[in-house]
């Protein structure tokens, strides 16, 4: 996957961790998913780190607001762009 479709998809599961604020029980089952979605997109010790922060911060109430994946794709690629080329 080419680093503008992980963006596009990243966006998308962003997106989709919204829905918790209008049905808080999709936490239980998005929370989880997320973190399987963020080390399957980044691999390495960055994304288990990564697949952690995501759990956590679905799992905790009124934290969805924040865009785990873009700023991962945002560090990824634009904060440490030697590392992504290497890996690529």
């Known amino acids: 996957m080419n680093k503008y479709n992980k963006l596009v998809?990243?966006?998308?599961?962003?997106?989709?961790?919204?829905v918790s604020l209008i049905f808080p029980p999709f936490d239980f089952i998005w929370a989880p998913l997320s973190a399987y979605f963020m080390t399957k997109l980044y691999k390495g010790r960055e994304g288990k780190i990564a697949a952690v922060i995501a759990f956590v911060?679905?799992?905790?109430?009124?934290?969805?607001?924040?865009p785990t994946f873009s700023l991962m794709w945002l560090y990824t690629y634009v904060l440490n762009p030697e590392?992504?080329?290497?890996?690529?």
């Open 9 to 18: 998809f990243g966006l998308f599961l962003d997106g989709l961790g919204y």
């Open 57 to 66: 911060e679905e799992a905790l109430p009124f934290m969805d607001v924040i």
């Open 83 to 88: 590392k992504s080329v290497t890996k690529a």
